[in-house]
């Protein structure tokens, strides 16, 4: 199966939880791709200590385009 997400907020929150559930598809053999548009590309400012946005950023071995 083939997977696309398509972030396009700076929402730490949601940025979070797209690239956790990327992750996890990663982690099943899902071949999966992650595409940062407008706001999305400002992804490394959006995360807090709640909402590790690089430590998922980091974990993720698929397609990744900003």
Same mark, same amino acid.
């Given at each position: 199966?083939?997977?696309?997400?398509?972030?396009?907020?700076?929402?730490?929150?949601?940025?979070?939880?797209?690239?956790?559930?990327?992750?996890?598809?990663? %982690?099943?053999?899902? #071949?999966?791709?992650? +595409?940062?548009?407008?706001?999305? *590309?400002?992804?490394?400012?959006?995360?807090?200590?709640?909402? %590790?946005?690089?430590? #998922?950023?980091?974990? +993720?071995?698929?397609?990744?385009? *900003?």
């Amino acid at each position: 199966m083939k997977v696309l997400f398509i972030i396009t907020t700076d929402d730490g929150e949601t940025i979070y939880n797209a690239m956790r559930l990327a992750n996890v598809g990663v %982690d099943k053999g899902t #071949e999966v791709s992650v +595409f940062m548009l407008g706001k999305g *590309v400002m992804f490394e400012q959006s995360g807090s200590e709640q909402f %590790d946005v690089m430590g #998922e950023m980091n974990k +993720f071995e698929g397609d990744f385009y *900003v």
